[in-house]
């Protein structure tokens, strides 16, 4: 078994791969048929075997890299660490607004920054360890490659696992694009991008989505000259249009140059970085950068697996195919988190985790459509969303009312100088019922949960217009927008009705 190795090679590195694959592992000797085999232990897979093992189960994890997946190891813990650190940046960028002068030469430490992110994951790792789930938790752990060898039997590290339900829980990988000269000239992804030890000068980002947004804005921040290119005409396209148009203009104030409605054709090694040759419609063009992130998605991992031997169907972009309770063409193996689902966040994984084990050990039916899946952009200022967006609606023929309040209009945002943004509310139309919502603040992500647990609940905008929210938040936003569906239900003669009774009431 081969696998890459976390670099740099320093004491964080070292102690986060002792914690999720130990060089001396042994891997134990099967015994017996097993109640649930898990393959893959990123978010998804370690869900699964901590509920099922802790309901009695008995219960084997294999993973061939590192115990903790993307989340952990490349993904939400790193990229999260570094976006903290980006804050500090703003925040003292900003510090003269608020009359705070901060003396000119404030340095900032790349390599400090990247160890801090590299400490902080190492200490996580404990969370996703080895000896954790073995010793604590009674799952046992094999470390290798896998690979199924009939419909009930997995094989790994030359041993053969005999089970009565499985979960395949690969994950995915970053995506790859087709650009001539891109593998020759080397580039970057959120597999690698977190092994930097020096700030590239030029950094080149491919791809203004959630990630590439994210990583441009951050790298701008610690000083990387940053081009994003993106080829549709404004960035997060898959976003709410107004959030993405308040996402695009603080990238523009933080100095990152947009190339948008631009196609990347091919990418030149040079003696001093690499040369960039694009497209738009005034013609083709070069830029140069030192380095290049590619940030355009995610591929499921679904090779090497001897899917075929299990009966399970699937394909190289959608993954495992399953059906609404994740269950695949084998009906004795399911499939939960990124291998299988098109909405890729650590928090969906852990979630499609939860159905799986009802549904494989306890014959439960429970439906992964049935979910309510909100999902966060970590920029500055963050895009939360939940439910649909406006064009969903339209497509799927639901006629909404929509409310916004904008950032502008709350008092703790104007105290705190965050006026960029709004809280966005779909309601069905004539009702109060919640469909969808947006929210563009600094604390989005932690904002879009009372929406959430609204839409789970089937509150709707009247009920959550009873919620009181302490003065000065910018949560008041939700209020603020429960109360501009109130004053609708004042009808010119609802409002003639009550203005009689209170002459009446004198």
């Known amino acids: 078994m081969t696998r890459s190795p976390m670099l740099p090679d320093d004491e964080f590195n070292r102690a986060l791969v002792h914690n999720v694959h130990p060089s001396n592992y042994t891997n134990p ?96 790792s404990q969370h996703d360890s080895v000896t954790r789930y073995r010793d604590e938790l009674g799952v046992e752990v094999y470390l290798g490659d896998a690979h199924f060898c009939g419909p009930d039997a997995i094989e790994v590290a030359g041993a053969t696992l005999r089970f009565k339900k499985a979960v395949i829980a690969t994950g995915a990988r970053a995506a790859e694009l087709p650009i001539p000269g891109l593998m020759e000239a080397g580039y970057l992804s959120n597999e690698t991008v977190f092994s930097l030890t020096e700030l590239p000068r030029r950094l080149a980002v491919i791809g203004a989505g959630p990630i590439g947004c994210e990583m441009a804005q951050a790298f ?41 409605s631009s196609r990347v054709v091919e990418v030149r090694k040079t003696s001093t970085g690499r ?13 140069e950068a030192d380095e290049i992130l590619l940030g355009i998605g995610r591929a499921p991992n679904v090779e090497g697996l001897g899917l075929e031997a299990a009966g399970v169907e699937y394909d190289t972009q959608k993954g495992v195919h399953v059906d609404d309770n994740l269950r695949t063409a084998n009906k004795h193996i399911f499939a939960a988190g990124d291998i299988c689902l098109a909405p890729k966040f650590t928090h969906t994984a852990d979630a499609s985790a939860k159905i799986v084990v009802r549904n494989a050990l306890f014959f439960g039916r429970q439906k992964f459509s049935d979910l309510v899946i909100p999902w966060c952009t970590y920029t500055e200022p963050e895009v939360a969303h939940v439910g649909l967006y406006e064009r969903e609606a339209h497509e799927a023929g639901i006629e909404i009312d929509t409310y916004v ?52 609940a089937d509150v709707g905008l009247a009920k959550l217009a009873e919620v009181i929210h302490p003065y ?15 004053r609708t239900r004042l009808t010119p003669g609802v409002e003639k009705l009550f203005k009689l009774l209170m002459r009446f009431s004198r």
Do not use: W
């Open 29 to 124: 000797e099967p015994s017996g048929r097993y109640n649930l085999v898990v393959v893959g232990a990123g978010s998804a897979g370690l869900i699964t075997a901590s509920i099922a093992a802790g309901l009695g189960a008995k219960v084997a994890l294999i993973e061939r890299h590192l115990m903790g997946g993307d989340c952990l190891n490349v993904g939400c813990v790193p990229s999260k660490s570094l976006i903290r650190s980006a804050r500090a940046v703003g925040d003292v960028q900003a510090a003269g607004a608020f009359g705070v002068h901060v003396p000119e030469g404030v340095r900032i430490d790349f390599g400090q920054i990247m160890e801090r992110m590299r400490r902080i994951r190492s200490e996580i």
């Open 220 to 260: 701008r921040r610690f000083g990387s000259g940053v081009s994003l290119f993106e080829i549709a005409d404004h960035i997060l396209p898959r976003e709410d249009a107004d959030a993405a148009a308040v996402v695009q203009e603080a990238l523009q104030n933080d100095g990152v140059k947009l190339l948008l």
């Open 275 to 287: 040369v960039i040759v694009y497209e738009d419609a005034d013609g083709t063009h070069e830029i």
């Open 405 to 456: 309040t904008q950032a502008a209009q709350n008092d703790r945002s104007k105290a705190e100088s965050e006026t960029r943004g709004f809280v966005k509310i779909h309601v069905k139309k004539g009702s109060d019922k919640i469909v969808g919502a947006t929210i563009v603040n600094p604390h989005a992500g932690e904002m879009i949960s009372e929406v959430t647990t609204a839409i789970v």
């Open 472 to 486: 000065p938040t910018q949560a008041e936003a939700i209020k603020t927008t429960t109360g501009a569906y109130m």
